[in-house]
């Protein structure tokens, strides 16, 4: 049913996220909360309208507003990363088993998020030896439940 995140795989998701860690420290820098909520809350009204696929590729189009939005901007199908904006490679990755510095589930914690109606988390990315070192805040929400997720952190 899931795909299993080989090491190899995992390997290149923690070297990737290690690189992010200059761009995605919490902070209004990417971002305030609210702006970070209206991201995803456009976004989804894209997907809903254009469909996956066309926002898949906005993701990954340089040109798109979404593609060059501040905060790191994520579609999940499946429960696999569809795309991000800032790091392409992590495209088709089941991050499902992935546990951040307090050992819970990353994606997890975004779909509780999102059921919550759309609502932010607090992750401690792995890969950094300290909470304070690696903060995200991110905020969750469903396209369709329990299927298409988006999540944007700052």
């Known amino acids: 049913m899931y795909q299993y995140v080989t090491k190899p795989m995992l390997a290149a998701a923690l070297f990737a996220v290690s690189l992010a860690a200059p761009l995605a420290q919490a902070g209004t820098e990417y971002g305030t909360d609210q702006q970070v909520r209206d991201l995803v809350t456009d976004y989804i009204s894209f997907t809903k309208t254009n469909g ?3 926002a898949v590729a906005a993701l990954k189009d340089k040109n798109s507003k979404f593609s060059s939005a501040l905060p790191g901007l994520m579609i999940w199908v499946d429960n696999k990363m569809a795309a991000h904006n800032k790091f392409p490679d992590l495209s088709g ?3 499902t088993t992935m546990q951040d510095l307090r050992g819970r589930l990353i994606v997890k914690e975004f779909t509780e998020s999102a059921d ?3 609502d932010y988390s607090l992750n401690y990315w792995p890969g950094y ?4 070192e690696y903060e995200y805040h991110c905020f969750s929400a469903w396209v369709q439940k329990p299927r298409v997720m988006v999540t944007a952190c700052r």
């Open 52 to 54: 996956e696929a066309s």
């Open 129 to 132: 030896t300290n909470e304070k």
């Open 93 to 95: 990755i089941d991050f």
């Open 116 to 118: 919550k109606g759309g």
